[in-house]
């Protein structure tokens, strides 16, 4: 490369922060490039946690965020929001992660302004538009427009041969783990008020998703009681999404629970800490059935499809549903049967080795030594 390239990241969400974070280090850590990091603020301190933990900071805050926005909302205003930066310092490359809207516009912004897209975590498919929703759209939607696809594993290559998709495909890993590898190093603690992690097996469950909502949540919610009344020496961790949607159904129907522990959302440190402590799993979240394998947890899927059937395949993870007696089945398994826990715990991770940036920094600047 004979002159700096510039390369702009665009981010809006948690899960974003918490993958792209690496990238960004490996990025920032390279002489031959300048890298600009751009939060829409589709969320504000979830962001800012992460990005606080990885010692990272942005360059640019678009505020986005509203009370109650739509999917509308994010979307018109992160095209509005990108615009002037995109026109005022073109760049050589937008890099995108994964399927939030955020990354669907941002990598919409740049092709209208005929920059490159690089898409992290590319290929991953349910084949249900609707489920999970608008996720399946998004993911497809960031494919048709992208010229680089950085696919976490073989059958995401696949995906991505089948989708008849113009860019470069490319098997990197997922960055995932490459962030959990270097936060688990420092063997985070999660201390909740109340919870001695001793005295109980502790589940670990989180839930947000927009086909969880209403019915299918209190459905989840009266599984993990039928589990914790069945078991006696279990106790329920569960950090609450911050939209008013999820937690209160969940305040209503667990709150007063002894041994149930709603907390606010975790750091991302303490959320590994938390992974590492807990006896296993339980849902609705797509990074959460990458990181826990690399800890030796199983995880139970609360959904009724996945993205990530790798997880499903490898044996780490079970797709459960969210019916209240099949989450009780296939916990209660796990809970009695030792040798069913062990095959989970020990199987192999199939979502990469904690080189993904790497590759992803090696693949960019070849890509754009040849423009």
Known sequence: MTQMTKIYIILGTRPEAIKLAP????????????????????HREMVEQVMGLFDLNADDD???????????????????????LLVKEKPDLVLV?????????????????????????????????WNPYPEEANRRLIS???????????????????SGVLGEIHLTGNTVIDALLNVAADKPTCNVSGLVWDDYR????????????????????????????????????????????????LQAMLGEHPRVFLTEPL???????????????????????????????????????????????AGTAKLVGTAPQKIFTAAAELLSNEDAYNTMA?????????????????????????A
Not at 67 to 80: F, G, N
Request: hydrophobic share 40%.
């Open 23 to 42: 990238v960004i280090q490996a990025f920032r850590n390279d002489v031959d490039c300048e890298s600009r990091v751009i939060l829409t603020g589709q």
């Open 62 to 84: 678009l505020e986005i965020m509203q009370a109650k926005q739509s999917l509308s909302d994010i979307t018109c205003r992160s095209l509005q929001g990108l615009e002037h």
């Open 97 to 129: 992660q994964g399927d939030t809207t955020t990354a669907f516009a941002a990598a919409l912004a740049a092709f209208y302004h005929q920059i490159p897209v690089g898409h992290v975590e590319a290929g991953l498919r349910t084949d249900d538009l």
């Open 144 to 162: 048709q427009i992208t010229q680089l696809h950085f696919a976490p594993t073989p059958l995401a290559v696949e995906n991505l041969k089948k």
């Open 202 to 249: 502790v589940l670990l469950a989180t839930v947000h998703r927009r086909e969880n909502w209403g019915e299918p949540l209190k459905d989840i919610a009266e599984g993990f009681l039928q589990i914790l009344e069945k078991f006696t020496d279990t106790a329920l961790l569960l950090p609450l999404h911050r939209n008013p949607t999820v937690r209160e159904p």
């Open 267 to 313: 750091d991302y440190g303490e959320l590994v800490g938390a992974i590492a402590r807990c006896h296993l799993l339980l849902t609705d979240s797509g990074g959460l059935q990458e990181e826990a394998p690399s800890l030796g947890k199983p995880v139970l899927v609360l959904r009724e499809t996945t993205e990530r059937p790798e997880a499903v395949s």
């Open 346 to 370: 020990n199987a192999i991770n199939p979502f990469g080795d904690g080189q993904a940036s790497a590759r992803i920094l090696q693949i960019v600047k070849d890509f754009l030594a040849r």
